[in-house]
C-alpha cells in the first residue's frame, strides 16, 4: 500500500491535531471488497483508492492544498457481487452510518472539510446520501469525488467503450501499479448482456457469467499513467475552483 507524509494511519494524536489545523481537507479514500473477474484481485477498488489519493497528497502542494489522508475504507455496498465468492459487503444502511460516524469523528477533532475521493460504483448512492446528512447535520463540508467521472473523456478515448468492471482500465490500473497481482492467463474477453433500459438487475452474474465487463486482453497501463495524472490535475484545480468561489 502507498504510504506518504501526509497519512493519519502514521501519525501520533499531538501530530494529528497539527496536521487537523493545517488541512485544507481530510481526504477518505473509498473502495470495496468484491470480485473483479477471474483476473484481478478482489481489493481492485480498494488499490484504486489507496493509489489514486496518494496521487492526489503527492500533487497537493502544486496547488497550494494540504491534504490529511484517512484510512482507506475498505468496505463498500457490493450486494450485487455477493454470488461471487471472496465478496464482503456492508448493507447500504450500515454503509452510510459508517460513512458518517467517520465524518463526525474527524469534524469533533476539528476538521472543516471532508473529501470523500470513491472507487466503486456501488457507493455512489450511500456516499451521497451520507455526504447530504454530515452537512446538515454538523459543521463539516462534504466533498465528494467519484474519481471515474473525472477521468471518463480520456478512458473513453484510451479504451474505447465497454471499458468499465474489471475490464480494460481497471486491468491497466492493476497492471500500472500492482501487476503482481495480475493473473495474465485469465485475461479473456468478458461478454455480458445488454442493460435493461426500464430497470436494474439484482445480481451481478444476471449480467456476466465471469464478472466483468469490456476486454481485458485490450489493457494498456501505459495509456493509464498520463491519465492518471491529468485526472489528479483536474481534481485539485476542481476543489481550488470550489474553494475560491465560497464552496
Not at 496536521?19 to 480498494?46: N, R
Not at 469533533?108 to 455512489?124: A, K, M, Q, S, T
Amino acid at each position: 500500500m502507498p504510504e506518504t507524509d501526509a497519512d493519519l494511519f502514521g501519525m501520533t494524536w499531538e501530530e494529528a491535531g497539527d496536521a487537523i489545523d493545517d488541512a485544507d481537507f481530510a481526504v477518505l479514500p473509498t473502495g470495496s471488497i468484491e470480485q473483479h473477474g477471474p483476473h484481478l484481485p478482489v481489493s481492485t477498488d480498494t488499490l484504486r483508492a489507496d493509489h489514486l489519493t496518494a496521487e492526489l497528497v503527492d500533487a497537493a502542494d502544486e496547488f497550494d492544498l494540504d491534504l490529511l489522508r484517512l484510512p482507506t475504507l475498505p468496505y463498500g455496498q457490493s450486494e450485487h457481487h455477493m454470488r461471487f465468492p471472496g465478496t464482503v459487503t456492508l448493507s447500504t444502511e450500515t454503509y452510510v452510518d459508517v460513512v458518517r460516524q467517520i465524518g463526525e469523528s474527524v469534524a469533533e477533532h476539528g476538521v472543516d472539510r471532508l473529501l470523500i475521493v470513491n472507487c466503486h460504483g456501488g457507493n455512489r448512492e450511500p456516499l451521497s446520501v451520507a455526504a447530504d446528512r454530515l452537512g446538515r447535520d454538523t459543521d463539516l463540508t462534504v466533498h465528494f469525488v467519484h474519481w471515474t467521472d473525472f477521468a471518463r473523456e480520456d478512458l473513453e478515448e484510451a479504451y474505447g467503450e465497454g471499458w468499465g468492471h474489471a475490464g480494460d482500465h481497471e486491468t491497466s490500473f492493476v497492471e500500472l501499479y500492482r501487476p503482481d497481482l495480475v493473473r495474465s492467463e485469465k485475461k479473456e474477453p468478458q461478454e455480458a448482456d445488454e442493460m435493461p433500459r426500464t430497470r436494474s438487475y439484482e445480481y451481478f452474474d444476471e449480467v456476466t457469467e465471469l464478472g466483468g465487463l469490456g476486454d481485458p486482453t485490450n489493457s494498456d497501463p501505459d495509456a493509464l499513467e498520463p491519465i492518471v495524472a491529468a485526472t489528479t490535475r483536474e481534481i485539485l484545480g476542481a476543489l481550488v475552483e470550489d474553494l475560491d468561489a465560497g464552496w
